[in-house]
Nanobody, 116 residues
Framework: VQLQASGGGLVQPGGSLRLSCVVS????????MGWFRQAPGKERKFVSG????????YVVDSVKGRFTISRDRAKNMVYLQMNSLKPEDTATYYC??????????WGQGTLVTVSS
C-alpha cells in the first residue's frame, strides 16, 4: 500500500484546510485508514480513523466537532476536513493504513501551520 498526503499549508486561527491522501497498491487489504499528527518536539498521535469498507469513523476528543474524516473508495482517497483551526493544531499530518493489526503503511506527511 502506498500513501501520499497533501493539502497542508499556513492558515490563520479559525480557518479551514482539507487534507487529502491518495491510496494505491493492495487496497483490498486495508481495514482502516487513519490520520495522525506530530507537533514539533512531540510524539506522533492518532487524530481520526475510518473503516475502509463500512465508513465508521473515530476522532479524538481534542478535534471532535472540528475535524471530519471521510473516504471516497471510487477515487481511492481519504480526506480530513479541518475547521476552526487552532495554533495547537500545528503539526505534520500523516495518513496511514491499517492492514493487519496496526497501522503498517504511512504517507510522507504534510505540514499544517496555524498562525496569525
Amino acid at each position: 500500500v502506498q500513501l501520499q498526503a497533501s493539502g497542508g499549508g499556513l492558515v490563520q486561527p479559525g480557518g479551514s484546510l482539507r487534507l487529502s491522501c491518495v491510496v494505491s497498491g493492495n487496497i483490498f487489504s486495508i481495514n482502516q485508514m487513519g490520520w495522525f499528527r506530530q507537533a514539533p518536539g512531540k510524539e506522533r498521535k492518532f487524530v481520526s480513523g475510518i473503516t475502509w469498507s463500512g465508513g465508521s469513523t473515530y476522532v479524538v476528543d481534542s478535534v471532535k466537532g472540528r475535524f471530519t474524516i471521510s473516504r471516497d473508495r471510487a477515487k481511492n482517497m481519504v480526506y480530513l476536513q479541518m475547521n476552526s483551526l487552532k495554533p495547537e493544531d500545528t503539526a505534520t499530518y500523516y495518513c496511514a493504513a491499517n492492514v493487519r493489526s496496526s497501522y503498517d503503511f504511512w504517507g510522507q506527511g504534510t505540514l499544517v501551520t496555524v498562525s496569525s
